[in-house]
């Protein structure tokens, strides 16, 4: 097959730039698709073609695969980049191209559908031989059946719904008490969110790492693994910092880890990038199969700065048949690379979305700093799709120089107009935990704890501080001649303090 001439992108915002470049690097034409709300986004702009699919909310617009279909048939595209989220997952949408004779850079329906559902992952792992958090490979028929099988693995258990992923239809269950009603709500949430309310039981893994090796594998029966990326820092089962490698830093973990993530692409023929996502128990570095994502991921670009492969291109060639551009002894993670989601999110208001218009952005650069964005200085930042406007990403010699300059890049990004997550990072940055590399799924919750006990010290130290100034005052004051009044009590005292510093 030859190299395509032009690529439809059938997604938006910082993914759809980052495609269009790789394509704009391999001298093909682009095809970009747009809502009315996108009209004048930077990935239109940047496209050679454009196409309006609909009006802004998803459903009419992004995710309305047969408009997309006919914008890559009129544009005359061979070839669909479906970017990650959106119609990335979906089976039909991929089916559909491949009737209209149109490639789908991806993998198989087939692939996709083995992966989807969640049972059916672990089940495929199992017969792979590669190890899967304890638990069930049928959902469960009731909540006495959930309980009978919670008691057999031993509490805490996590309940998930087989159509969910990414956290959502999870249940953390400590005990038998709330096991009935952890079942009932897990199995009608299941049922509202995906239409299927299969639920299945694991054994809980208590305060794991989050650890997914990237996959690569063409049509020629070649399977290479490009290492770890650590996700552990998430917030509501979002990832925030993304990381390659992990700090655990253990070559043997990492080998170990590669060799299953290509034993489960094997067992699904898979062709294209992938990532198999793990759970490592820091304690003994034993690690469980998790999930498979069909898809490219959002956190891409650290591989990409470490092991030097654009694996957009890679997933270009490999669509149009021809072979990895790379063998698993290229491979090397002799560098450090740190991404930061930027978010259009309030920090200081419990991270509620801040759309609006970007009245002034200045982007990190040199040595060592990507930023993939979906904005620029005067766009506006919609209220109808996921507040990420780009992802801030630094590469070093080693972590300790990775971060140093995502301090340094932190430091140059400017954004005004909207609240952003980057103050959030600069904190981040320099908490002890991080720094050190100490990071599981709870990392965001022990930071915020951190971050209380601190504030809590600042204003115990400028209470006493500022009631030793007063009481040194009121000393010199009470010895004044004629003065009758008493040391007042340390409440009146705290009450001025307080009044003094607003903070009441
Ligand atoms: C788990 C787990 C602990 N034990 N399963 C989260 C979403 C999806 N990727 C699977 N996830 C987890 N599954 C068992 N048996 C921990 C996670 C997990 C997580 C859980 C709670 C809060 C944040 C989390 C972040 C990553 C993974």
């Avoid at 009419?60 to 970017?83: C, D, N, Q, V």
């Avoid at 060639?317 to 999110?345: M, P």
């Avoid at 406007?389 to 630094?394: D, E, G, P, T, Y």
């Avoid at 000393?475 to 009044?499: C, D, F, H, I, Y």
Wanted: hydrophobic content about 40%; aromatic content about 8%; some cysteine.
């Amino acid at each position: 097959m030859p190299m395509f001439k032009k690529i439809l992108i059938a997604n938006r915002g910082e993914i759809a730039v980052r495609v269009i470049r790789a394509c704009r690097d391999m001298q093909i034409k682009t095809v970009a698709v747009y809502s009315e709300a996108d009209k004048n986004a930077l990935h239109v702009r940047m496209a050679d073609e454009a196409f309006c699919v609909g009006a802004p909310p998803s459903n009419e617009s992004y995710l309305r695969g047969e408009k997309i279909i006919e914008a890559a048939k009129k544009s005359g595209a061979e070839a669909i980049h479906p970017g990650y989220g959106f119609l990335s997952e979906n089976a039909e949408f991929v089916s559909q191209a491949e009737n209209e004779k149109i490639t789908f850079i991806g993998p198989s329906p087939d692939a996709m559908r083995a992966m989807g559902g969640k049972i059916s992952a672990r089940k495929i792992a199992i017969e792979a031989s590669v190890p899967v958090v304890p638990g069930t490979t049928e959902s469960l028929k009731s909540a006495e059946d959930a309980l009978q099988t919670a008691l057999q693995f031993g509490f805490p258990v996590m309940l998930k719904a087989s159509a969910g992923g990414g956290g959502k239809g999870m249940r953390f269950v400590e005990n038998v008490e709330n096991l009935k009603i952890a079942f009932e709500t897990a199995q009608a949430e299941a049922l509202a969110s995906f239409g299927d309310s299969s639920i299945y039981v694991e054994k809980a893994i208590v305060r794991p790492r989050h650890i997914e090796i990237q996959i690569f594998s063409d049509k020629h029966g070649n399977y290479v693994h490009l290492g770890e990326r650590e996700c552990s820092i998430q917030r509501r089962h979002q990832k925030v910092i993304e990381e390659c490698p992990s700090p655990i830093g253990d070559p043997e973990l990492r080998r170990k880890m590669g060799e299953c993530a290509i034993l489960v692409a094997k067992a699904v023929d898979y062709v294209g990038a992938g990532t198999v996502e793990f759970l490592v128990s820091d304690l003994d570095k034993s690690f469980y199969f998790l999930e498979m994502n069909t898809r490219l991921q959002v956190e891409h670009p650290v591989t990409e700065l470490v092991t030097d492969i654009d694996l957009v291109r890679e997933q270009i060639r490999v669509a149009a048949g021809e072979k990895l551009s790379f063998t698993q002894d290229g491979i090397t993670w002799n560098k450090h690379a740190i991404e930061c989601r930027v978010y259009a999110e309030d920090p200081d208001n419990n991270f509620l979305p801040s759309p609006g218009k970007i009245t002034r952005l200045q982007i990190p650069q040199g040595n060592g700093v990507r930023d993939d964005s979906g904005v620029y200085e005067g766009a506006e930042v919609s209220i109808y799709y996921d507040p990420m406007i780009s992802k801030l990403a630094v590469v070093g010699r080693t972590r300790e120089e990775a971060i140093n300059r995502l301090r340094r890049a932190l430091s140059e990004y400017k954004v005004d107009g909207i609240k952003t997550t980057l103050p959030f990072f600069r904190e981040i940055i320099d908490d002890r935990e991080f720094i050190e590399g100490k990071l599981d799924t709870s990392f965001i919750t022990r930071f915020n704890e951190r971050k209380k006990e601190i504030e809590i010290d600042v204003v115990t130290r400028d209470l006493a501080l500022i009631a030793a100034v007063l009481a040194a005052g009121y000393k010199q004051v009470s010895e004044m001649p004629g003065n009758s009044q008493k040391t007042p009590s340390r409440w009146t005292m705290a009450g001025r303090l307080a009044a003094h510093q607003n903070r009441f």
